[in-house]
Nanobody, 123 residues
Framework: QEQLVESGGGLVQAGGSLRLSCAAP????????VGWFRQAPGKDREFVSG????????YYADSVKGRFTISRDNAKKTVYLEMNSLKPEDTAVYYC????????????????WGQGTQVTVSS
């Protein structure tokens, strides 16, 4: 059972930046693909970004391409989501999720989830 812990959320003005972290201290971190999802009030949980453990390939939702960057540090067992040029519509609870599959899955069908971190972007 992998435990995931997100951090780095907060309140920021539109145009600002935040960096989210997803720590996964378990032994299998190197063989976990990680996805970031977000859920705004009254909306479904949606895919934001993901990174494959095998190839290091990265994936982004169209709404965040060019603004968000996902990366991983296997030595620190942490995945990061750098979020720039934030918009009010980015406001949501952000979750990281992990899966031992090679491919990044863009639907929320991951076995391991963190508790979420709130991101609020004011206009």
């Amino acid at each position: 059972q992998e435990q995931l812990v997100e951090s780095g959320g907060g309140l920021v003005q539109a145009g600002g930046s935040l960096r989210l972290s997803c720590a996964a201290p378990g032994r299998t971190f190197r063989t976990l693909s990680v996805g970031w999802f977000r859920q705004a009030p009254g909306k479904d949980r949606e895919f934001v970004s993901g990174i494959s453990w095998a190839s290091g390939s990265t994936y982004y939702a169209d709404s965040v391409k060019g603004r968000f960057t996902i990366s991983r540090d296997n030595a620190k067992k942490t995945v990061y989501l750098e979020m720039n040029s934030l918009k009010p519509e980015d406001t949501a609870v952000y979750y990281c999720a992990a899966d031992p599959r090679v491919a990044v899955i863009t639907t929320p069908q991951y076995p391991y989830w963190g508790q979420g971190t709130q991101v609020t972007v004011s206009s």
